[in-house]
């Protein structure tokens, strides 16, 4: 029996090419690569194919498969190659900083290869045919585009391939301005040709291996050829609803879990909305200081980040929480943003996929042959041989990214997330507490005003960031102790958010964020 087919997206033409390839009879895993593909031309600031991408895939009456798409620092990027050429940290931007591979091919292509045990695949160069469109005949720059191409401009202005493929004339892009990447159209027809492996194995890969080089990274043609996208079990955690799952280390998904749990032991319905949104402030609290302490790479990792989704360690977080006193704050934020779409294909597979270069225009590296954006992931690592997050070689960077997915008692499932760095957790707490916990619509859940706890991006202040219509919650907030500030409704800093709910092989609701350019579409 086929099911009915949904997309949602954060660009609406994201939305349209993922939809009418579900509609042409493709998989969930090949819709989300073509929708992978045209967001990478349509929304370059935020992801790209020189970034990592992560999946939470599930099949009707199976448990989710896992996909780690996150690339490995450099073999040669040490704390003394850093030193001897005078860094006393990471750079943000610049060649220095472009360390680790860019792993998203490399889990499109496991994608791909799960999706073959299904149907009869489509051809590559089909599913890539949409976003190769799109880069050679332009893109119409939106209002997060240009927002992001004003506020990068110091940084990045001064990086000639940059200047030449995102400052045409010198200028920053500008809402409603046509912009191309034809170099990227032209990639994307290379691999539609000779396939996903010549990224990391291939022509490809030698030219963005010695264009990487010239830039001043440490990253060479044996980093890339050393790749290969991980198939993986999710972390799950289990509440009086449901079944929530998300991604292992090097991942923030942990966190997104451990919010969850302790939503589902504290917050009540006969609570007050301050003492609620208290309470999974709270939650994100003790969740932040699990996942600073031990979020790394997993190989290093001494202990399982699973002894943190036990009840037992779960109740002794949740006995930390004071109901009437705020825990002093700040931690350190971790900036980042990325895209985050879900998709239902007409046999009820869900797809919930994360995609990102972590910084706005990631490193500023670009590939001139190929209009390619590098990441600048490896910043999260650190040049003191005594941190969790110490660089070494061959070591996977922690990851914000964290896609969700839940299947509840009730026989819902639900893909769901968000972009945002350290919002992702919140921003995914905030929608179930607004659609499980209260009873809202989908749309309602995610359009809602949002809070976001810590740093973003180009603020350097840790507060609690409301948006203005909870204003009449900032007094009572700030009497259990919160310093909190009032922003605009629908900032784009509280993130671009999006999900899918089916139930009895129907597509039951679909949602966008209207603090994106996104779409969902039910067929």
């Known amino acids: 029996m086929k099911h009915q ?59 989710p498969i896992a996909i780690n798409g996150g690339g490995r620092s450099a ?44 149907q009869t695949p ?19 720059v939106s209002e997060s585009l240009q927002s992001a191409s004003r506020l990068t401009h110091p940084a990045l202005g001064e990086l000639p391939a940059f200047a030449e493929c995102f400052l045409p004339n010198g200028q920053t892009l500008k809402t409603g301005e046509l912009f191309r990447n034809g170099a990227l159209g032209s990639l994307l027809e290379h691999l539609g040709q000779h396939g996903l492996d010549d990224f990391y194995r291939g022509e490809a890969a ?28 999710p972390l799950c955690v289990s509440t009086r609803m449901g ?67 036990t009840d037992d360690a779960l109740d002794s977080m949740a006995k930390a929480i004071d109901p009437e006193r705020a825990l002093p704050w700040p931690q350190i934020a971790k900036p980042g943003d990325t895209v985050w ?20 225009f990631g490193s500023g590296v670009v590939i001139p042959e190929f209009g390619l954006l590098w990441n600048n992931r490896g910043v999260s690592f650190s040049l003191d041989n005594d941190a969790q997050l110490a660089l070494a070689p061959k070591r996977l960077p922690f990851h914000t990214l964290n896609p969700a997915l839940a299947n509840l008692y009730d026989g819902r ?49 840790y507060d609690l960031k409301l948006e203005a219509p909870l204003e009449d919650v900032l007094v009572p907030l700030r009497h259990l102790g919160h310093r909190t500030q009032s922003v605009p409704i629908h900032s784009e800093m509280m993130g671009h958010a999006g999900a899918i709910v089916t139930q009895h092989r129907q597509v039951i609701a679909a949602a966008s964020d209207p603090r994106s350019d996104g779409l969902a579409l039910i067929k």
């Open 5 to 63: 087919i949904a997309f949602s997206a954060p660009h609406h033409q994201a939305s349209e090419v993922g939809l009418e390839l579900l509609r042409q009879g493709a998989s969930a895993t090949e819709a989300m690569v073509a929708a992978a593909a045209a967001i990478s031309v349509l929304y370059p600031h935020m992801n790209g194919l020189g970034g990592d991408s992560f999946w939470l895939i599930q099949e009707p009456g199976k448990q």
């Open 75 to 118: 073999a040669s990027a040490t704390i003394d190659w850093y030193r001897e050429q005078g860094f006393s940290a990471i750079p943000e931007r610049g060649g220095a900083s472009a360390l680790s591979v860019a792993g998203t091919i490399s889990a499109w292509q496991q994608a791909l290869e799960l999706s073959q045990h299904w």
């Open 122 to 140: 489509l051809p590559l160069a089909e599913l890539l045919a949409p976003a190769i469109e799109l880069a050679h005949r332009g893109i119409t």
């Open 206 to 233: 030698r030219q963005i291996a010695g264009a990487l080089e010239c830039s001043g990274s440490p990253l060479r043609q044996v980093d890339l050829a050393a790749h290969k996208a991980q198939m993986m079990q």
């Open 243 to 309: 079944k929530f799952y998300n991604l292992p280390l090097p991942t923030q998904g942990c966190a997104s879990l451990i919010i969850v749990a302790l939503m589902d032991r504290l917050v009540k319905p006969h609570q007050s909305e301050a003492m609620q949104i208290h309470l999974l402030v709270e939650a994100t609290k003790q969740a932040f200081l699990v996942r600073d302490r031990w979020v790394c790479d997993p190989a290093i990792c001494s202990q399982p980040i699973t002894d943190y989704l």
């Open 341 to 360: 779409m879900g998709c239902c294909d007409d046999q009820g597979r869900m797809v919930s996929f994360i995609q990102s270069l972590y910084w706005e």
């Open 413 to 461: 499932s639900m893909v769901y997330g968000t972009m945002g760095g350290e919002g992702q957790p919140q921003t995914q707490a905030a929608i179930l507490w607004r659609y499980l916990h209260l009873g809202q619509s989908l749309a309602q859940s995610i359009s809602a005003p949002r809070w976001l706890l810590g740093r973003t991006w180009g603020q350097s202040n």
